[in-house]
T-cell receptor
């Protein structure tokens, strides 16, 4: 069985400051890793994903995450946040090749609050 | 553009009522999922389906059932709603061999 730990339930940060949202996972097999974002009163949107290849993946709005296999981590970073980044961020993991629909296991979420 | 539509955004139901939550996707995806989202607990998988009339239990199936009569539609059923089923319910879909799951906007259910 796999699990995901997001240690920080809330992260307050000032606009234009850097931010890191932490994610650690456990799994006995190889995994795919994801970050989803949820804006208020909306569903989840895929932010970025790691499937294979380069361990550093980027999103179109300036976020990046690095897969670290030895530390079983997939932390999300942004060098300079904007007010519009205020949202809840979920880390998720999927076992590779388990079939049955690529089920995702989610972390408990991190609420990013960007302040002026 | 990818579209997963949940027909009801906000519902209020009474304890003991039978509740249907409907979800439709227009992407010809084989997989469909129902998740429940609660503060501090993240998203938990209730049921998923990888084909018409096929279903598998997720992590918290108790008190729920599902129906998938057509490929594009996946219904979540609460046979007898209880107050502890008050929650946000999220439907999602993906290709069978795909690795990206697309979510609907969510259905807020309050059971009183």
């Amino acid at each position: 069985a796999q699990s995901v730990t997001q240690l920080d339930s809330q992260v307050p940060v000032f606009e234009e400051a850097p931010v890191e949202l932490r994610c650690n996972y456990s799994s006995s097999v190889s995994v795919y890793l994801f970050w989803y974002v949820q804006y208020p009163n909306q569903g989840l949107q895929l932010l970025l994903k790691y499937l294979s290849g380069s361990t550093l993946v980027e999103s179109i709005n300036g976020f990046e995450a690095e897969f670290n296999k030895s530390q079983t981590s997939f932390h999300l970073r942004k060098p300079s946040v904007h007010i519009s980044d205020t949202a809840e961020y979920f880390c998720a993991v999927s076992d590779i090749g388990t079939g049955g629909g690529n089920k995702l296991t989610f972390g408990t979420g991190t609420q990013l609050k960007v302040e002026l | 553009d990818v579209k997963v539509t949940q027909s009801s955004r906000y519902l209020v139901k009474r304890t003991g009522e039978k509740v249907f939550l409907e979800c439709v996707q227009d992407m010809d995806h084989e997989n469909m999922f129902w998740y429940r989202q609660d503060p501090g607990l993240g998203l938990r998988l209730i049921y998923f389906s990888y084909d018409v009339k096929m279903k598998e239990k997720g992590d918290i199936p108790e008190g729920y059932s599902v129906s998938r009569e057509k490929k594009e539609r996946f219904s979540l059923i609460l046979e007898s709603a209880s107050t502890n089923q008050t929650s946000m319910y999220l439907c999602a879909s993906s290709f069978l061999a795909g690795n990206t799951i697309y979510f609907g906007e969510g259905s807020w259910l309050t059971v009183v």
